[in-house]
C-alpha cells in the first residue's frame, strides 16, 4: 500500500520539491515530480539546474525519449507515461489520480491557506481510505 508523507508549512514548495530530488537520487531513488502545470513544470526543470552548484541532478520532463534511463521525472499531467513508481512529489492541490501506483508519495503543501485547505481534505480523503500517512511540519523540531 503506498505511503503518503504530507509535508506542510512549506514556504518554496519549488526549492523543498528539489531537496526531496537531490536526496531521493543520492539515495538511488527514482522520483517523479508532479506539477500544477506547465509553467511550473518549467520552474521545476530550470530549479533543478540550478539547485546547487556541486549537484547534479539527472532530470528530464515525462515526454523526454530518456525519460525511462533518468532518476528524475518532471510532468504536468496525471496521464503522462512514467517510466517508474518509486517515489511521487504532488505539488499539485488535487489528489493525482495515479497516486496509488506509486510507492510512496509525497504532498507538499505550502504556508497559502487555500494551499493548505486543498492540503488538508487530501489528508481526510487519503486517511478514510486507510492509507498510512505520516505528517512533518516545516519549521517544527
Not at 539515495?27 to 556541486?54: F, G, H, M, Y
Not at 525519460?67 to 512529489?89: F, W, Y
Not at 481534505?121 to 505528517?135: D, E
Request: negative net charge.
Amino acid at each position: 500500500m503506498t505511503r503518503i508523507d504530507f509535508h506542510t508549512n512549506i514556504p518554496d514548495k519549488l526549492a523543498y520539491a528539489c531537496r526531496l530530488a537531490r536526496k531521493a537520487y543520492s539515495s538511488k531513488a527514482k522520483i517523479v515530480l508532479l506539477a500544477e502545470d506547465d509553467a511550473q513544470a518549467a520552474a521545476l526543470n530550470e530549479a533543478l539546474w540550478t539547485l546547487s552548484n556541486i549537484d547534479f541532478l539527472p532530470h528530464v520532463m515525462a515526454d523526454d525519449p530518456l525519460a525511462p534511463e533518468t532518476p528524475i521525472i518532471i510532468t504536468a499531467s496525471e496521464e503522462a507515461a512514467l517510466p517508474h513508481h518509486d517515489m511521487l512529489v504532488n505539488l499539485t492541490r488535487r489528489t493525482p489520480s495515479t497516486f496509488a501506483q506509486f510507492a510512496r508519495v509525497f504532498e507538499i503543501i505550502s504556508t497559502d491557506e487555500s494551499d493548505a485547505a486543498a492540503g488538508r481534505q487530501r489528508y481526510v480523503a487519503y486517511k478514510k481510505q486507510s492509507y498510512p500517512l505520516t505528517h512533518f511540519v516545516a519549521g517544527q523540531s
